[in-house]
C-alpha cells in the first residue's frame, strides 16, 4: 500500500505538471505555432483572465461559468489588441516579440494601478482524496481532464469546422486565401481571440489554485513559450504533447530527486537540449520520420 | 590617401564612417555641446540631481550595449540585465574579499566585465553553435536572467556566501558582517595613488561620464571598422555573409560578449553608485527597459539608443515623482513608437532633418551632395 501511495504521488504530480503546461500553452500553440505571432502579453490575458474569474467568483456566479467569462473577456480583450496593434507586426517576428513585451508591461503596470498589488485567492474545489497517509486534490485532476479536453476541442475546430480550415488556409497563403474568398482579416482577429481565449480560461483555471496578482503573467509566459517551441510547427498538437510529456517528465523527476526550483531548471535544460539537437521542433522531427517511413513502406 | 598623420586620419573616418548617423561639423559640434553640459552639469544641479544623473549615464551603457548586439547585428536579447546583474555581483563579490587585503577595487572592477563576459561566451557559445532562431535567443536570454533573479532570490540562508560576501537573498548582496553592511564603492589604485569614487560625489559622475563617451566612441569605431560591416552583414543577410566565407556564429559570439562587458560594466558602475545589487536587477522590468530605450530612440545608431535612454530616464524619474505609473507610460511610448515609428524616434528625425537638407539642396540647384571617398 505504501508503494502504491508512492508511484500513486509520482503518476500524480506529472498529471499535475502536464495539465499545468498543456493549459498555460494551449492559447500559444494557436498564436505562436500557427499564426507565427511572439505574443510575450499572453500571460497578461491569463491575468486578464484569473482577475474575470476572481470578480465574477465573488460576485456569485459559479466557478465553471466564472472560467468560461474569463474565456470571453480574454478572447474579446485578444480581438482588440489583434486590430489595433498585432495586425502591424505579422511576420516580423522581433518586431512583435518587442511590442507585445510593451503590451504586457502596460497590462501588468496597469492592473497594479487599479486593483493594487493586493493578492486575490479563491478557494479550489472539490476537496481531496486519501492514500495511505498522502492527500491529493481532487482539482488538479480536473485540470488535468480538462486540458486534454481543451486540446482535443482545438484540433477538432481546426479539422472539421469550416472556421478551421480557412484559418488553416489563411495561415498557410494569406494571399491565395483571400482570392478565393476567405476573409483573411477577420480569421486573423477570431484566431487570436480564440488563442486569447484560450488564454483567458486557463488563467481563469489557474485562478483557483494559484495566488492572482498583476505580475501572474510572468511566470507563465515563459514556460508556455518553452513548451510550444519545443513542441515546433509542423503538427502543434503532437508537437505539444510530445513537449509536454518530455518536459513535465524531466520536472517531475528533478522535483523529487532535488527540489522544485533544480526542477524548473531541469525543465528548461531538457528544452534547451531538446532544441539544441531538434532545432525546429519535435513534431518536425516526428513529421519527416513520419514521411519516411512512408515512402519506405511505399516502395515495398 | 597621404601617408602622414594616415592613422588619425583613419580612426577620425571611423568615427565618422556610415554606419552610424551623424556626420559633419554640425553633429560634433552637438555633441561637444552635450558633453559640455553634461559637465558643467554639478555647476548648476543640486547633489540629488547629479546622483541621478550618474544612475541616467549608467543606463546609456546598457543601452549602448543592446543597441550593439540588435541594431547592428540583429541579436535581439531580452535578457541584457542577465549581464548587468551578473558584473554587479561580480564586482561585489570581489570587492568584498579582496578590498581589505589590496585597499582598491581594480580587480573587483575588472572582475565586474570580465565574468559576464564569460558567461557569455558560455551561453552564446551554445546559442550560436547550434544556431538557434533569433527569437528563441531573445525569450531564453530572458529566462536565463529570471532564473538567475530566481536564485538569488532564495540565498537568505546564511550558507550562501562566497569568502566574506553574502548573497543575501531579497536583502541584496552584503559583506558577512554585521558592522560593515555596504558594499564597497569604486577605489581604483596605481601604486601608492588611490583614487576612491563614491557614488553620490561628483567625481563618480565624471568617471560615469568619462567612460560613457570612451564607450560610444569606441563602439563608435568599432561599427565603422570592417568588423562593423560583418556585423551588419551577420544582420541583413547571414546566409549571403556565410557564403562570402565569414563564419557567422564567430562573429555573433564575439559581439555578444563585446555587448556583455559593457553590460557588466553597467552593473558595476550600478553597484557602486549604489553600493548595492539586488536580485531585482535580473527582473523583468530592468529587463524590459532596456529595450524599451533602444527601440524607441533607434535601435540602428548608437547615438539614438543612447539619446533614447537618457530621455527615457530622465522621464521616468520625472513621473515616478508623481505617482506609480512611469512603467506604465514606458509600456505605452514603447507600443505607440513601434507602431507610428518602427525605426525609433531619433532615427525618424534625424532621417526626417536629412531629408529636408537633401530636398533644399536639390531646389537650390546645387550640387549634389557630396560622396565620401572610402
Known sequence: ?300 | MNSKGSALDKYLGLLNGPQTMGRGLPFWLGFLAIVAALALGPEFLSRYQIINFSNFLISGFMALSLCLIWGYCGVLSLGQAAFFGVGGYAYGVVAINLLNAHGNTDIAFIAGIIIPVVFAAIVGGIMFYARLRGVYIAILMLVISLVIGTFMRQTADPDYTIGAAYLGGMNGLRPDSPDDPLLPSLIFGFGQTIQEFDGRSVSFYYLTLGLLVAVYLGLRCLVNSSYGYFLVGCREDPERTETFGYDVRRIQLSVFCISAAIAGLAGTLYTAWGTYIHPDGFGVAQNILVVIWVAVGGRKDLSAALIGALVLEWVSLRLASEGEYALLVMGAILVSVMLLAPTGVVTTISDVIERLRTNRAQAEGAKAPEIRKP
Open chain 1, 1 to 300: 500500500m505504501e508503494e502504491f501511495a508512492l508511484i500513486f504521488g509520482y503518476i500524480y504530480q506529472y498529471l499535475d505538471n502536464i495539465g499545468f503546461l498543456i493549459l498555460a500553452a494551449s492559447g500559444l500553440i494557436i498564436i505562436f505555432g500557427m499564426m507565427g505571432v511572439i505574443n510575450m502579453a499572453h500571460g497578461e490575458l491569463m491575468m486578464i483572465g484569473a482577475y474575470i474569474t476572481a470578480f465574477t467568483y465573488y460576485a456569485g456566479v459559479p466557478a465553471p461559468i466564472a472560467i468560461l467569462l474569463a474565456g470571453v473577456g480574454a478572447g474579446i480583450a485578444g480581438i482588440i489588441l489583434e486590430r489595433l496593434v498585432i495586425r502591424f507586426f505579422y511576420k516580423q517576428l522581433l518586431s512583435s516579440l518587442v511590442v507585445t513585451w510593451g503590451l504586457s508591461l502596460m497590462f501588468s503596470q496597469g492592473f497594479l494601478l487599479i486593483f493594487g498589488p493586493s493578492i486575490l485567492n479563491i478557494p479550489t474545489p472539490f476537496g481531496n482524496f486519501p492514500i495511505d497517509e498522502q492527500t491529493f486534490g481532487i482539482y488538479r485532476l480536473v485540470l488535468f481532464g480538462i486540458s486534454m479536453a481543451m486540446i482535443a476541442g482545438v484540433w477538432a475546430v481546426f479539422t472539421f469546422t469550416r472556421f478551421g480550415t480557412h484559418a488553416r488556409a489563411t495561415m498557410e497563403d494569406p494571399e491565395m486565401a483571400d482570392a478565393l474568398g476567405v476573409n483573411t482579416r477577420h480569421v486573423y482577429a477570431l484566431t487570436f481571440g480564440l488563442g486569447s481565449a484560450l488564454g483567458g480560461i486557463a488563467g481563469g483555471m489557474f485562478a483557483l489554485t494559484a495566488t492572482i496578482s498583476p505580475f501572474f503573467g510572468i511566470n507563465y509566459t515563459p514556460l508556455a513559450f518553452i513548451t510550444v517551441v519545443v513542441g515546433g510547427g509542423a503538427n502543434v498538437i503532437t508537437g505539444l504533447l510530445a513537449s509536454v510529456l518530455a518536459l513535465a517528465g524531466s520536472q517531475t523527476l528533478v522535483n523529487n530527486l532535488v527540489n522544485v526550483y533544480v526542477g524548473y531548471l531541469g525543465m528548461m535544460g531538457t528544452a534547451l537540449i531538446i532544441l539544441l539537437v531538434l532545432p525546429r521542433g519535435i513534431s518536425e522531427y516526428l513529421e519527416r520520420r513520419k514521411i519516411r517511413t512512408e515512402r519506405a513502406s511505399g516502395r515495398e
